[in-house]
């Protein structure tokens, strides 16, 4: 293990752990109002000051980081599960399943998705839980975000079902799904991880846009996307330097992990 | 004409240049006021006057035409311009404008009577769907004008409108005769430039009437430069590095920036006649629960809520205390209108939930129920993108959440917004905003008839639902068919103890009108009626060495 | 001189096909060969002759190519053509098997050789067979190619194909190959990619094997001295067919067809090494 890989186990260890111990560490909540000190810079008593309406910043980012941590990456393997039943398989057999699967794919990305999503927000009650809204928000994340990585995989798998090794592995009698999940889908690995670590981030930030369709991460609980909303027009990082906390936060643990795993790939 | 062409440019650039010469024998008198820079937020759709309904239009039609009588923005007073003097018929049906003699349109074209028949004649043509011309849109039949003497003209309505007087200030008067139709024009400038997507100069109307004190022609300005940039990060941006002279309206957070970076420069002129307010669905058809409905046609609930809301922390949190605590329907600021007798709604958890109480409402390990034993729980839509309605929504939820409701706020996009709170009636309450540009009731019609499409809580009725409404109706319609500005406030007045006392709205804050004006410019005055900055332009000066030091 | 007559040899396949792709002239035009059982026959051919169209048209895996196959392919007595994709799967790797050109392509870069491995055993075995089974059939098709087996090196089977030489891959691909003792091996330039030890290690095992298992091989090959190391019978393909089969030892000291006179003239001419040659097929006729 080197150190690089040590300092990234030792931050996503040290933020899951924090962001676990929030109820401790912020005993206020995420919620509550200090109205005397709204927008505050640093204190002893908010660490990374206080939001808009005098939340604690703090508080915020410990169970934002808990929500965003647990959710984006589930929306993202719900999205790589999608994409690689619909372009891995659709390479593998190739041929009109393959041309089948691209049509589909380039029709599900060009459609108006604003106005679907306007049309999904219809369709759900306005009193859901903000819990539930944030289940739904990443849950409808990850069953629209497939198309693009299914794209990529798609030609992948179209490049491996030509290969030596998927021959030899059909003239060893091997067939079927087991063929593709024991011989295609391994080899189809790095792009896979590489498609889930990308989503992460893209539905961080499409949950913080997601909110203005109603959609996202109800008030008052935060999320990695609500906290980075924040920047929306923040005109000088010189002045409230603090602000940028989330940002550094969610670029340093996707960072640690992919160190991580990406070594982890190498050595197995 | 929604653009000017380019011979029409050249045109005007070349009066320009013939009458800039001629005033330069004059020079002891015109004194060089310097260009005054300023941003515009989207592009002028029209440089006809008859035809503006928007920001941009708006402002180069204040800067540009000349009208019967103008609104002062400050004292709110109507004041004469290029009418001496008017009279109002008793029945309100008549007005007679005395005009004033020599004055001539940009061009050099005299100014009589004609053209003002001819302006109203223009304006009220239904093939022009004139939004200005709608407000003078009185009762079925056509408005017609009477020219009595070059210098008088009497224009005669179908049906008496009330304040018709202060609608004028939105005419500009066309010149019935000049080949450069529009351009010809009797305000204190003229459009010498347009650029499309860029820029719209004004230059000084060398013929422009008015004169100060001291005998000097007005305007003092020599030309106005309108830059057109809907990035107001980058006006800002160009006002700090003195590219720019004004800053027509601000929101807070910019607002407390500039004050602290640069104090002298940032101007709050107090509240102005916006107001952001919530209400409850009262539309009996609306898809919700029965005991909802209930609850939100209950009277004592709103009044319940209303008093559960900390006002003074939403202005001083979310808008930075550049904002009043509203108190109903007008604004403090509104001088006239204003019911003085009515005070802001007292944070008052405690009566709230006594309020509540009477209604059979009760609390139970920190959550309210209804009588029924259902747990009170509603939805505030709200539009998204709009900052502080967002951070009151969130407010307002943690205020009713310590007594025992609990509320869930969801931001919508506009369209959606506006279809389920005007046609489809799916939502519980609603939070949002009005853009009062108008001191006179008569612009809030449109909201407090029950028959109104506007009228929020429960619109478009066949015959009002309360006693309160129906009382409503029917004092709005006396303001409107009265002239008698007493009488007229007395019925408005009593409109606006009811909304006090059932809280159909409510009403939150009165935002502020912000503004940041730069310090070469002399004679400014910031306002809270638009436009806030300019609105005394003529005055206005732009000293070029303090700009050069900036 | 011996020549093997297919009257006394039990026949294990005979194949007379023809193979076009669609709108394109035919890449094998009513090409005939018969191989015995336990024969070892060589299949010689220019690049782009049809030699590999030849080996997977054998196995049915030419579906996917688009390409019409016509005629019959009897093996075992069963035309291949008239089966369908189950029957067809159920003789893959366990009557018939495969190995390809490239050892290190044709082994999954993703996988340990031991996964491969199992994979191809349980494409084949009893239901009931158990890991124990597995296991053991690896250890034993391993020791028939000379690869470690898990008692002498136990993280072999842990490698992948990226930690393998060419020559252990090659062997690794034809235990695979052998694991269920498949009638028929199809070598597809199973050599050529080698470097001329291992070639010649390979030969051997190859040779090995037919004379152990008395599997019967298919070894295509440009490689004429290959061709005449191992194989007892050759066929020359020239422009989709069969110009002419023979014993080795006929082929390579009088050839009868223009082509294969073209061939055999383009070996090196250096008498003392055609001698050599001749004499090894004359050996391996007589074996």
Redesign the interface.
């Known amino acids: 293990m080197n150190v690089a890989r040590k300092l990234a186990c030792a931050v996503v260890v040290a933020v899951c752990a924090v962001s676990l111990a929030a109820n401790w560490l912020a005993p206020e909540g995420y919620?509550k109002?200090f109205?005397e000190t709204?927008n505050a810079p640093p204190s002893h008593q908010h660490w990374l000051g206080t939001d808009?309406?005098?939340r604690d910043r703090f508080a915020r980012v410990l169970y934002g980081t808990r929500i965003s941590l647990l959710l984006a990456p589930a929306a993202a393997l719900i999205s790589t599960a999608l994409a690689v039943l619909v372009g891995g398989l659709a390479g593998y057999l190739?041929?009109i399943w393959l041309r089948l699967a691209r049509g589909f794919t380039d029709l599900f990305l060009s459609l108006p998705w604003l106005f679907l999503l306007?049309t999904v927000?219809?369709l759900l009650p306005?009193?859901?839980?903000?819990m539930v809204s944030v289940l739904i928000t990443f849950f409808v994340l990850g069953v629209l975000g497939w198309a693009a990585s299914a794209r990529v995989l798609s030609t992948s798998a179209d490049g491996l079902r030509n290969?030596?090794?998927?021959?030899?592995?059909?003239?060893?009698?091997?067939?079927g799904p087991?063929l593709f999940f024991?011989?295609v889908l391994?080899?189809l690995?790095p792009v896979l991880y590489a498609q889930f670590w990308i989503s992460i981030p893209v539905f961080i930030l499409s949950e913080a846009n997601l909110?203005?369709?109603?959609l996202?991460v109800?008030?008052?609980m935060p999320s990695w996307g609500s906290l980075l909303r924040e920047l929306e027009?923040l005109?000088s990082f010189r002045?409230e330097p603090w602000k940028l906390a989330p940002l550094l936060l969610l670029i340093v643990v996707m960072t640690s992990f992919q160190l991580l795993l990406s070594n982890e790939e190498v050595t197995a | 004409m929604k653009t000017i062409g380019r011979r029409a440019c050249l045109q005007i650039a070349f009066c320009f240049v013939f009458f800039s010469l001629v005033l330069t024998a004059d020079s002891a008198l015109a004194q060089s006021g310097g260009e005054l820079r300023f941003c515009l937020r989207s592009e002028p759709k029209t440089f006809d006057p008859l035809l503006v309904d928007e920001d941009a239009s708006l402002s180069i039609r204040y800067l540009t035409g000349g009208v019967l009588v103008r609104v002062n923005r400050h004292s709110q007073e109507l004041e004469p311009e290029l009418a001496e003097s008017w009279t109002i018929s008793k029945d309100g049906r008549q007005i007679t404008f005395k005009l004033r003699h020599g004055i001539l349109f940009s061009d050099g074209s005299p100014f009589s009577a004609e053209d003002v028949a001819f302006t109203m004649q223009r304006l009220m043509d239904p093939a022009l769907h004139s939004s200005t011309g709608d407000s003078f849109r009185s009762g079925s039949g056509a408005v017609s004008t009477k020219i009595v003497a070059p210098d008088e003209i009497a224009i005669i309505f179908p049906a008496p409108i009330a304040g018709v007087d202060r609608l004028f200030d939105q005419v500009a008067i066309m010149s019935a005769h000049s080949p450069k139709k529009e351009a010809a024009v009797l305000g204190p400038f003229m459009v010498a430039e347009y650029k499309a997507g860029s820029s719209v100069l004004l230059q000084r109307n060398p013929n422009y009437w008015k004169k100060d004190s001291k005998g000097r022609r007005l305007p003092y300005l020599d030309s106005i430069r309108l830059d057109i940039q809907p990035n107001r990060d980058v006006e800002m941006l160009r006002f700090k590095r003195g590219e720019l002279d004004l800053i027509n309206t601000l929101d807070s957070d910019y607002f407390d920036r500039l004050a602290s970076s640069s104090p002298g420069l940032a101007h709050d002129a107090g509240a102005t006649l916006d107001s952001d307010f919530m209400w409850f669905n009262q539309v009996a058809s609306a898809p919700i629960p029965e005991y909802k409905r209930a609850w939100f046609a209950s009277g004592n609930f709103r009044r319940a809520i209303s008093q559960a809301i900390n006002r003074d922390d939403l202005a001083r949190v979310v808008f930075g205390g550049h904002a009043q605590p509203a108190i109903g329907p007008v604004s403090t600021s509104n001088k006239f209108w204003f019911n003085s007798k009515l005070k802001v709604e007292p944070y008052r958890p405690d009566a709230a939930l006594e309020r509540l109480k009477a209604d059979g409402f009760h609390l139970q390990n920190g959550v309210l129920f209804d009588k029924s034993g259902n747990a009170v729980e509603f939805s505030i839509v709200t539009n998204a993108g709009s900052k502080p309605r967002e951070r009151m929504a969130v407010m307002v939820q943690e205020d009713l959440g310590k007594l025992g409701i609990k509320v869930n706020v969801v931001t919508l996009d506009f369209p959606s917004l506006i279809e389920r709170i005007s046609q489809k009636f799916n939502y519980e309450a609603a939070m949002l905003g009005f853009r009062n540009v108008d001191l006179d009731p008569n612009g809030q019609m449109n909201i407090w008839l029950s028959s109104a499409e506007d009228h929020a809580w429960n619109p478009q009725q066949k015959s009002p639902a309360t006693a309160w409404e129906a009382e409503i109706d029917r004092l709005m319609r006396a303001q409107a068919s009265s002239v008698d500005p007493k009488k007229r406030k007395e019925s408005f007045d009593r409109v606006q103890e009811i909304v006090a006392e059932q809280a159909p709205f409510i009403y939150l804050v009165n935002p502020n009108a912000l503004s940041a004006v730069a310090a070469s410019v002399e004679g400014a005055n910031p306002g809270i009626l638009s436009p806030q900055t300019f609105w005394n332009a003529e005055r206005l000066t732009v000293n070029g060495t303090t700009r050069a030091s900036r | 001189m011996a020549v093997f007559d297919s009257d006394r040899m039990p026949g294990l396949l005979s194949a007379q096909i023809t193979v076009r792709y669609a709108g394109k002239a035919p890449v094998l035009r009513g090409l005939s060969l018969e191989i015995a059982r336990g024969e070892v026959v060589g299949l010689v051919g220019q690049s782009g002759s049809g030699k590999s169209t030849l080996a997977l048209a054998i196995l049915g895996l030419l579906g996917r190519q688009r390409a019409i196959v016509e005629g019959s392919i009897l093996f075992q007595g069963v035309d291949l053509l008239s089966l369908r994709e189950r029957e067809l799967r159920n003789l893959r790797g366990r009557a018939l098997s495969l190995v390809l050109q490239s050892p290190l392509a044709s082994l999954n870069p993703a996988l340990r050789i031991r996964t491969q491995l199992r994979e191809a055993w349980r494409a084949h075995c009893n239901d009931d067979a158990t890991t124990e089974d597995c296991d053991q059939a690896i250890e034993s098709a391993l020791r028939s190619v000379s690869l470690p087996s898990s008692e002498q090196d136990r993280d072999f089977l842990k490698k992948r194909a990226a930690q393998l030489s060419v020559g252990q891959a090659q062997r690794v691909l034809i235990a695979m190959a052998i694991l269920h003792r498949p009638a028929l091996l199809i070598a597809d330039e199973a050599t050529s990619a080698l470097d001329v030890i291992t070639q010649a290690e390979i030969l051997e095992l190859f040779a090995r094997l037919n004379r152990e298992i008395g599997m019967s091989i298919l070894y295509i090959s440009h490689d004429l001295p290959s061709v005449a190391g191992l194989c007892q019978r050759t066929a020359i393909l020239h422009e989709g067919q069969i110009v002419e089969c023979g014993a080795t030892e006929q082929i390579f000291t009088a050839p009868a067809h223009e082509y294969t006179q073209r061939l055999m003239a383009a070996l090196p001419q250096l008498p003392a090494r055609r001698e050599a040659f001749a004499a090894k097929a004359k050996a391996t006729a007589v074996e």
């Open positions: 919620a109002q109205r709204p808009d309406v005098g190739g041929g306007i927000r219809a306005l009193n859901v839980s903000p290969s030596d090794f998927i021959l030899q592995a059909r003239a060893s009698g091997l067939h087991r024991v011989h391994p080899n690995k909110g203005i369709l109603g996202g109800a008030e008052p027009g005109i002045e």
